[in-house]
């Protein structure tokens, strides 16, 4: 099947194929050169070496070196041609200039020597002259083709470049607005804590608390604090995610004071497993919210973390959990004030954990010992520890 070659219109390409041929023609004829005058012209005339001999071979290689500059026309002709007819062009070019350097190098070779016999001889010296540029056309035809090879090597190079900078600017692009989303979703707890926070130091000035409402507000400035020094988008390790639930709790527990007790179930392996920031504070919040406050004997809030292994092996994953012990039904009404929800909790939760893991995550809830159980199944990013992990269970009263 005939095949075309890419054209060459690169400027910088014709330059490069420039210097490429002038680099050809002095290499390849002046190694002509030299290999003639040694299997040739010296050996063959070792024992009586004419005068005129060296002169001659240089003379019939410069014939041939100009020669040459006249097939080079005529192979880029021929070039954009198919490969059948540009085979045929090169073959007939060939062999004419090879004919033509031959009666060039009899001719020159019976003025110096005056033997007249020798056109009987044509056959073998034309064989010769057409082997020499047979060679000569091969390695014009390989540089072209290297050349060739090289900038579509070269324009792939640029493409591949080109689509690479484009997938970088769309994965910024995309951490871009995804580091925005979590940003907004991050901060979006704050007013939602807020919310609640004021709420019930508005409950604690209405009941002339004011001692209380007054230490809650304390503690509400330490947290807003806390939090806003930590960046949203960056995770933290579950030890400081575990501070900062307990930092919230020691807000509410100035109101709640010994109704409110917590339990953490946290392997000390897993201390520095990497969570996003204020992750289970809104389920404590909501613990606080729908369990503790609603029953006026109190209860107890438990969070727990323990490393599960997922379908596929080797590949741990860590649960958070967080347990309340349910309030009472024969007391809804308890602490009415300031239960209103906004339903940002649970809600923003779930979408920061998307964004952060995709479908790589679950968050689930059910009834247990007549509370609420939110469980959370992440990955599990933990820096290398040694073996030995003890589980730390601690009661904050």
Known sequence: MAQTPPQQ???SVRLHSQRWFWKLQLISWLGILVVTFLSLTFWHSSVEWPRFEPGNTLFQCSVAFLLSLLLRPIFDIAWETPIALRTFLYL??????????TLVRMEMYIRLTGEHSLWSEFGGWYYASLFVFLFWSALYCGVKYYLLLEHEHQKMLEVAAVHEREQIRRLHAEAVAKEAQLKMLRY????????NTLNSINALIRFEQAGEARDMVVRLSQFLRHSLTEDPVQKVSLEQEINAVLLYLEIEK??????LQVELEIPDALKNARVPSMLLQPLAENAVKYAIALNESGGVIKIGARQIEADQPGD?????????????EDNPGADAPGQASTGVGLANVRERLSTLYSNNYSLSQEQKDGGMLVRISLPLELPATGAGATTRREVVA
């Open 9 to 11: 219109t690169d400027p």
């Open 92 to 101: 007939v070019a060939v062999a004419v200039i090879a004919g033509i350097w």
């Open 188 to 195: 979006q707890l704050n007013p939602h804590f807020l919310f």
């Open 254 to 259: 100035t109101r709640f004071a010994d109704r």
């Open 316 to 328: 741990p994953r860590l649960e958070l959990r967080v347990c309340d012990s349910g309030s009472c």
